[in-house]
């Protein structure tokens, strides 16, 4: 059901499919890729005036306002002004534009009615649902249809919206759900299917709730998790033949969703303490590179399709020798999407742009290593800077947002970066900028002692379900909880900085045109520049020994246009911190290069940079921030994602395997 996004089939029916194709191969099976439907359902009932964009906006930007849910709340409650009065007044307190979905809802009725009759036409025993995210509400609508019209029908709900305590409230809650498997799928659907076929009690599904009469029954989860040799490469026959005839097919660029690995191995021992994503199943598992491959190629050459979202939660580190060499070698024109962690190296950037790697989401969220070590990311302020440095060079796409609202964060924290944000406004910046939601299955959500002890189920649920507190409570993904962090004038501060750095973005560039190792005729070149000032930073530092020099054409938004030539010192300098360093790193290195300078003359050097916006400073570590190449800027392209797709606060559209 809606709200998957157009352009990719969903993974979780593709390899439930094989999965059952695996295990009963008697079994009929048909797929309704309704969210398509409903996209083509608007379009063509509305005359037009909603459109397929129209949809996307809703399904990348609604979930933190419940959008989609209430789109088709008023059909689950029998009720099309279901909680009009409850939307309107959310709206208004927090400035959400809602035309689009109040112009959507009066088509919710009649398309659920077509989904039953389209199911119901083909006799089914089984009807699954799988659910994530908005999927919740329009999947119940039309379970609850199916089973008043043939109530021997049996439906099964699964997915992300059905792990722990929320697979359970949603089963007990909503009598005409039959099933409701919690946790992977690719075990406990076919097992179920047995004991379907049997008509016997499924006791031994673990995860799996069920009735007894009319006693719900939850089985306890299971500790183990689905090995990766038992997950199959999906089959998306059936999708790429609905989107062929599908009238949204003109709107978007299909792109396949490709499972690698589940998990998080960096959150197995550190997980961020904001993000939910990986519910229950954190445990990293990967496939083998081999048949990763396999399943890469097959499915592109099946699909003719050279567009690849990795919905993996994290890029295995074992594929830098393994499977990206494969997709480099392969001579595809591959576009691929990859979530990563952003401490790369640029050797392991490169390999990933050579694979078609051209998208990364990296989680940077901040740029301050104090705020990063209250996340628990791992990595400092000045490490993201330089991923985004050599990302930008690169050519490689980064989503990210700057999160904030961490228990335990200053004012200061934010304000040395704020500062520093006009002398990035070359490099790729933040989606957007974001106060924490607390999630389920988060650290903070699981540990109050993290400082989110006061929590209730967010107002968003207020204008869709129809449910008590405490159920409400097991049953939602999203928690409101009394704000942490900064505010007031700092958030603002926040904001604009933000704000600035994407305006200014597309106009901007940092360039390194010149890094010599002899003193030649680089004034004459610079004064022959009649479009830029020369500013020659010596900061009393260069000591005219023949090191060389660097030359940086500044074209930054908000800056004087001028060429900085950066002579002995200050030169030797900056070359050293296109890696992360401090002043003692630096003193270290010069002396490796039978340079003599001091530590006070390191700092000045860097002091003087810093203020030129030629180096950014996290705490004691410094980072270079011109690019050496610059690339060809083109209009943004999606890659099936938007400034909202890191955790923590914002939903990741691509949720992992057929959980």
Known sequence: MPWQLLELPSLAIGILRRRVAQTRPEAEVREVHAAMDWAGFLLAESGGALTPHDYTHVAETGLHHGLGDWVFAGVLYDDDRWREFELNRYAKANDVDIDVVRRMRPYARPFVERVVDEILSQDPDVVGFTTTFMQNVPSLAVARLLKQRRPGVRTVMGGANCDGPMGAALHRNHRFVDFAVRGEGELAFPALLEHLEAATPPLDVPGLCWWDGDRPVANPESAAQVPPGLIPAPDYTDWQRALEASPTRTFVEPKLAVEGARGCWWGEKHQCTFCGLNGSAIAFRSKDA??????????????????????????????????????????????????????????????????GVVHIQPGIESLNARVLDLMDKGVGGARNVSLLRDCHERGLTVSWNYLYGFPGERDADYGTVIDQMPALVH??????????????????????????????????????????????????????????????????????????????????????????????????????????????????????????????????HGWPSRDHLLHGLDAAVYRLTERVRTVPSVLRALAEQGRQASQDQVAAALAGLRELGLVYCDGEQFVALAVRDLPVRVSPQRMSLTPLTPAGGIPDPFPEGAE
């Open 290 to 355: 081999d048949a990763v491959w396999q399943e890469v190629s097959g499915l592109i050459e099946r699909h003719r399709i050279l567009d690849l979202v990795m919905v993996d939660n994290i890029l295995d580190m074992g594929y830098f020798g393994s499977l990206l060499p494969r997709m480099a070698a392969s001579g595809w024109d591959l576009r691929v999407h990859y979530e990563v962690k952003s401490n790369l190296r640029p050797d392991q950037l490169d390999l990933l742009a050579a694979a």
């Open 427 to 556: 490099l790729q910046p933040p989606g957007g900028t974001i106060r924490i939601a607390l999630e389920r299955f988060s650290p903070n959500f699981e540990r109050p002692e993290l400082g989110f002890a006061e929590r209730a189920p967010s107002r968003i649920y207020d204008h869709i379900y129809d449910l008590p507190p405490e159920e409400l409570a097991d049953l939602v993904y999203l928690f409101d909880t009394p704000p942490q962090g900064i505010r007031g004038e700092i958030e603002a501060r926040l904001h604009r900085a933000v704000d600035a750095w994407r305006a200014a973005h597309t106009t901007s560039s940092l360039v390194m045109v010149a890094d010599s190792d002899s003193d030649s005729d680089s004034d004459s070149d610079s004064d022959s520049d009649s479009d830029s000032d020369s500013d020659s930073n010596s900061n009393s530092n260069s000591d005219g020994d023949g090191d060389g020099e660097v030359r940086i054409a500044d074209r930054r």
